[in-house]
Structures are given as structure tokens and as C-alpha cells.
């Protein structure tokens, strides 16, 4: 199964992520193209419309100046019928000066009176004219009359010639053409094109898509056959080189792994031959030489073979390194001061919450694209979650020397959130922010009510994010080149925030300026009761909050039944600390006799144990009139939804997942053996 998830993700990686970013952009750039396409074809269209109108009228009022001149309306008449079959004309009408109707597609508009535009401010050519139906533009065009008189220094000359030397002609209007021209069939024809366009852009994005697959494929498949083959020579199989023949790259690349197949190979059997000849010859140390020689080639080689599997496990091992040398140290050093001890503790703590931030940050990752991210809302006191979340903080804080500060204006407020998404959303942006605040540096928080929304900033004073990094942030597997870190994660934990927030009807957005720092401003709805009016919380304690709980004196028994006996050891030692008294179970029979001869007030019990699984211990408890009423805590490495619905269902009062920080434990441990 592990083989099988390793798969999935390695093609995952190479294939599906490329495939998606192609498919958008085809995406982009076949919208891009169907707009302007659109956009620059209705233009056309409408200025074609527009022009032939325009000449439409023109001509109307060159052919018809006589006609009206003379009130030949037998004239008018054929002029108007020569344009009724046009689908582009709703209505054409003929007027006076005085815009008394002579003539109309309309014959009942005949002799009534319409309003014209004031023919000394208004320009008639090629102009639209808005009318109140959206789909009817007007084109107006002036009948003019061309006529001639005399100069006015000549009218009295008594010689026609020279009169005739000084006529002076001008025009006049003697009335106008008005057109109604529809712009329903422009839209039709627009509406056909767009949906030309966008189907024209859905085929090519699709067969793009297909081609795209069809070469990232071509792609991941050999590289695929590649992994299962370098699982093989991890194995000590020598025999089964990979089956690629190709020109490129990845031909190269199994043409190189099949050579240093041939080269272990040749070399292990070299190392049996000498091994052979060991046996059989009397000169040892003649054959021992040469077989060391041979054993380190093979060595050299299995090295290079090693280093080319251990590529893809650097991230892990880096945490799991510091661990190690950490955890070697503190043995051999047992004698240390206190306080160097502690720094070298925190460096394992650190570093172990860092490898369960990066297993969680890939698990909510693929719960939330399987869409089974699972919540349970609750009315939550904003104030308290504010608190625990800046007291987990306070050791790292105080470790850079950075001023904190906290500020709600005595604002009490109450939200319906899943408390535990909340406090890990909170977490999430508190890490970032005393991750990226230098030295001496500074954080805020601050909580302010806004109408029906209560408003969280937390605000650092870093380097900040270039505005158009900002949308970024909340992409996947996001880390900002300008920001000057090592990176200790997956690049999720920004993309989960923004997810889990949303969904619990929130928002979360960023302002930052480069070289003054970064604020995440977070929005949640306030908490209604019954009657629709907004709950305030009950008074919050303004002190720091409260730490590990510890008994308060009263003797409790608690038996821990687990298989792994360091994890058991250490869940004792810390129940003993705080005044408890503990019995330990190396499995299941084991912990079904103890049940038997003792009372206890809390059983820890481990899920998967060699005999009897922690589940059917808890069934069985839930069965019996003695032992129901025992508070019973499910501890495992399995986390998921249904699991730990299953461990619910069977009767566990808590289910925590491992790795989980011991306070977890013992607050459990408090609420369900207090008095």
C-alpha cells in the first residue's frame, strides 16, 4: 500500500499539476481570444448597420426632394415600399420642416405633428439617435433644396448678363427622412458568433487537454517504470533492467540506470567468483586483497545507487536528523547543566512538531480535494482561543525577543466555529508571523467587531510580501522567493487556512508593504441565538491563560495499555508528575486482566496492539455493568474522519491522534476525572 501511495503522488507531481496549469491557460488564452474576436465583430457589425442606414437616408433624401417639393406622394410612397422588406428597418417616416408627417411606413403617424432635433446644433451625418426602445436606433437626414439668387450689390442691374455673373447658390432644408433602424437581427447574428466563438475555444481547449495528457504520459509512464525498477535494485535484484527504448532525455537517463545494473551486477558476481576462490585455493591473502578491491567497487557503486533512491526523502530526513544527533547527545551527555539540557529537548520538540506539521499539512491537503475535511461547529469564546494559541507562542516569542502585544478592546464576543480548525488556522498565522518578525522585532494581535462580524489582525514587522505576491500566498505549495528563510514546510499551511476559514463562512485576506511588515486579517460571523440577536461571551479572563493542568490532590488510578513501551513510559511519567497513580499494559489480554482486579478512574488504551485491538477493549468495557462508566481515551496513529468515527462509536470518550503534545493528554486527562 505504501508502494501504491508513493505512485500516486510521484505521478501526481509530475503529471497531473502540468496538465491542470496547461489546461487553465488554455483556458485564459481561448477566452482571451473568443472576447476580443467577439467584441471586434460586433463593432464591425454595427458600423456596417450604421454606415448602410446612414446611406439609406441619404438616398431617401437625394430621391425625394421633387416628391415632397410637389407633395407627390404616389413618389413618396414607392420610396417607402422599396424599404419595408428590409429586416433592418422598423420604421420609416417622412417630414416637413415643421415635422408634420407627409408620408410613413405607419399610416396612422400620417399627418401628426413629431419633435425633430434643432437643425443649427444638430449634425446629421452618420449620427445614431437613442430612442426609448434599447433595440430601435434613429438616423435622421435633412431633404434639401438647392437654390440661387443674386448678389445683393447686383439685384438692381438691368442687364441679365450681368446678373447672371453674380447668382449665389445654397441649400435648403425642406424637410427630413427619419429611419427606425432594429438592431434585433445585429444581436442574433452576435449571439450565433458568440457561441460560435465559444465553441470553436471549448474544442481547442480540449484537444489541447488530450494533448497535453497524451504527452505528460508519455512523460510520467517511464519514469514510473523507472521507480519500480530502482525499488528492485533496492531489493538486491540485479537481473531486471528497464525496458526503454527512447532518444531523449528520460532514454538517456534508463540507459544509464541499466548501466550501473550491469556494473552491480558484474560486480556482485565478481564478488561470489572471489568468494569461491577463497574456498578453494590456499593463497588467502593474494585472493583477500583482490576481493577487497572488489568489494569496494561494489561499494562505490551501491553507494551511487543509494544517493540516486534518497533524493525524493531529503525533507524528512532533515527534521529526523536533528532529532537524532539531539536525542545521541543528551545520552551521552547526561551530566549537562539544566538549561543547555532544555535547549537541546526544544530542538527535538521543535523538530518533531515540524515533521507533524508537514504529515498534517498533507493530509488536510487530500482530505479537503476528496472533499471529506470533516467539522464540528460549536459556539467558541474568540477571546480564549486568542489566548491559548499566543501562550503556546510565548517560548519562541521570547527566544527572538519579540514584543508581543494583544488588544480587544474589551471586546467579549462568541463565534460558531470548529474550534480546533480555528485554533489550527490561528497557529498557522502566528508561525508566519514570529517565523518572519527579525530579532527585537514585533507582533500584534488585535480583535475588533465590525456589525455582524468580528474582525482578527495579526500584524508582524518582517521584510513584508510585494503586492503582486500577495494573491500567491494562498496558492499551493507557495514560498516567496523575496522572503529571506529556510524553509521548514510544505507551502500548504496559507492554501488550508484559507479553505478551512471560508468554510466556516469566514474570509482571510493579507495587506503587507515591502520593509514594514505583513497583517493577516481574518473575519468570522458572530455567534446568534435563537432569536437572531448577536451572543456576547461571558467574561473573559484578561490574565495569560492557564497552563498544564495539575490534579487537584484527589487519588486517581489510570492504567495505560499500549504495545510500544517507550511511548507507554513516557504517558506514565507524566500522569505520575501531576499525582497520578498509573499501571501500564504491554497489550490487550494484559489490560483485560489489570481491568479485572483493579478499579480504575481512566483507561488509555492504544488501537492497534498485537492480540486484542483498543477498539474491542472498548466494546467489551462498554458491555459490562462494572466497567461502563470508565473513561476511556483512544490513542493512535490513525487519524482519519471514519476512524475516528469508528473509535466514537465504540464508546471512547476522547480520540486523539498521534503525535499529539502531552498538555493534550493531561487537559483530557483533567476534564474527565475532575470532580
Not at 184 to 211: E, P, S
Request: proline fraction near 2%; include cysteine; glycine fraction near 4%.
Amino acid at each position: 500500500m505504501r508502494a501504491a501511495m508513493k505512485k500516486k503522488s510521484y505521478t501526481s507531481r509530475l503529471g497531473t499539476k502540468p496538465i491542470i496549469a496547461s489546461i487553465l491557460l488554455l483556458v485564459v488564452f481561448g477566452s482571451i481570444f473568443s472576447s476580443f474576436y467577439i467584441l471586434r465583430h460586433r463593432a464591425s457589425l454595427l458600423h456596417e448597420l450604421r454606415k448602410r442606414s446612414c446611406i439609406l437616408a441619404d438616398n431617401l433624401a437625394y430621391n425625394s426632394y421633387i416628391a415632397v417639393l410637389s407633395m407627390d406622394m404616389t413618389t413618396l410612397k414607392t420610396l417607402i415600399s422599396g424599404l419595408e422588406d428590409d429586416e433592418d428597418i422598423a420604421d420609416i417616416t417622412a417630414a416637413d420642416i415643421d415635422g408634420y408627417v407627409i408620408a410613413s411606413s405607419d399610416s396612422s403617424r400620417l399627418g401628426k405633428i413629431i419633435s425633430l432635433p434643432d437643425t443649427s446644433t444638430f449634425s446629421f451625418h452618420d449620427t445614431w439617435i437613442s430612442t426609448s426602445d434599447p433595440t430601435i436606433k434613429r438616423v435622421i437626414s435633412p431633404i434639401k433644396v438647392e437654390k440661387i439668387s443674386l448678389s445683393e450689390y447686383e439685384s438692381d442691374s438691368l442687364w441679365p448678363d450681368d446678373r447672371a455673373d453674380n447668382l449665389v447658390s445654397y441649400y435648403e432644408t425642406i424637410g427630413f427622412w427619419i429611419l427606425d433602424v432594429s438592431l434585433r437581427n445585429l444581436h442574433d447574428k452576435i449571439v450565433a458568433d458568440t457561441w460560435f466563438a465559444i465553441v470553436f475555444t471549448v474544442i481547442m481547449i480540449a484537444v489541447g487537454a488530450l494533448f497535453m495528457i497524451s504527452l505528460m504520459n508519455s512523460i510520467t509512464v517511464p519514469i514510473r517504470n523507472l521507480a519500480v525498477a530502482m525499488g528492485e535494485v533496492g531489493k538486491g535484484d540485479f537481473y531486471h533492467p528497464l525496458l526503454l527504448e527512447r532518444d531523449d532525455e528520460i532514454g538517456d537517463l534508463a540507459r544509464s540506470f541499466n548501466s550501473m545494473i550491469v556494473q552491480l551486477r558484474q560486480s556482485h558476481q565478481e564478488l561470489i567468483r572471489w568468494q569461491t576462490v577463497l574456498e578453494s585455493k590456499i593463497e588467502l591473502l593474494k585472493e583477500h586483497n583482490k576481493l577487497l578491491k572488489a568489494y569496494e567497487k561494489l561499494e562505490s557503486l551501491d553507494k551511487a545507487k543509494d544517493d540516486f533512491i534518497s533524493l525524493v526523502s531529503h525533507e524528512l530526513r532533515t527534521p529526523l536528523s536533528t532529532i537524532l544527533v539531539s536525542v545521541e547527545y543528551l545520552l551521552e551527555k547526561r551530566d549537562m547543566a539544566e538549561d543547555k539540557k532544555k535547549k537541546y529537548l526544544v530542538n527535538i520538540l521543535n523538530e518533531t512538531k515540524r515533521l507533524s506539521r508537514l504529515i498534517n499539512d498533507v493530509l488536510d491537503l487530500s482530505k479537503i480535494e476528496a472533499g471529506r475535511m470533516p467539522f464540528r461547529m460549536e459556539t467558541v469564546d474568540l477571546d480564549d482561543a486568542l489566548r491559548h494559541v499566543i501562550e503556546s507562542y510565548k517560548p519562541k516569542l521570547e527566544q527572538k525577543n519579540i514584543f508581543t502585544s494583544y488588544s480587544n478592546e474589551n471586546v467579549s464576543v462568541s463565534v460558531i466555529v470548529d474550534k480546533d480548525k480555528l485554533v489550527q488556522v490561528l497557529e498557522n498565522v502566528m508561525l508566519n508571523a514570529v517565523k518572519f518578525s527579525p530579532s527585537g522585532g514585533s507582533v500584534r494581535v488585535s480583535v475588533e467587531k465590525k456589525d455582524t462580524v468580528v474582525e482578527i489582525a495579526i500584524s508582524d514587522s518582517g521584510k513584508g510580501i510585494k503586492k503582486e505576491d500577495i494573491p500567491r500566498v494562498f496558492d499551493r505549495f507557495c514560498q516567496l522567493e523575496n522572503i529571506d528563510h529556510h524553509s521548514d514546510g510544505t507551502g500548504l499551511g496559507m492554501t488550508i487556512s484559507k479553505y478551512l476559514i471560508e468554510e466556516m463562512k469566514g474570509s482571510i485576506r493579507i495587506e503587507s508593504e515591502v520593509n514594514k511588515g505583513t497583517k493577516v486579517i481574518i473575519q468570522l460571523p458572530l455567534a446568534r441565538d435563537n432569536k437572531g440577536s448577536i451572543m456576547d461571551s461571558d467574561e473573559s479572563n484578561l490574565n495569560s491563560l492557564e497552563s498544564i493542568p495539575v490534579s487537584g490532590g484527589n487519588y486517581k488510578q489510570i492504567l495505560i495499555a499500549d504495545d510500544e513501551i517507550s511511548f507507554r513510559n513516557i504517558l506514565a511519567e507524566s500522569l505520575k508528575d501531576i499525582g497520578i497513580d498509573t499501571y501500564e499494559a504491554g497489550n490487550g489480554f494484559e489490560a483485560l486482566d489489570m481491568i479485572d482486579h483493579y478499579d480504575f478512574d481512566l483507561i488509555i488504551l492504544d488501537v492497534m496492539m498485537p492480540d486484542i485491538s483498543g477498539l474491542e477493549i472498548c466494546r467489551y468495557l462498554r458491555q459490562n455493568n462494572r466497567t461502563r462508566d470508565i473513561k476511556i481515551i483512544i490513542s493512535s496513529a490513525k487519524g482519519q474522519h471514519e476512524e475516528q468515527k469508528e473509535g466514537y462509536s465504540a464508546g471512547a470518550d476522547v480520540y486523539m491522534t498521534k503525535p499529539f503534545e502531552i498538555k493534550e493528554l493531561l487537559t483530557a486527562v483533567e476534564e474527565l476525572t475532575g470532580d
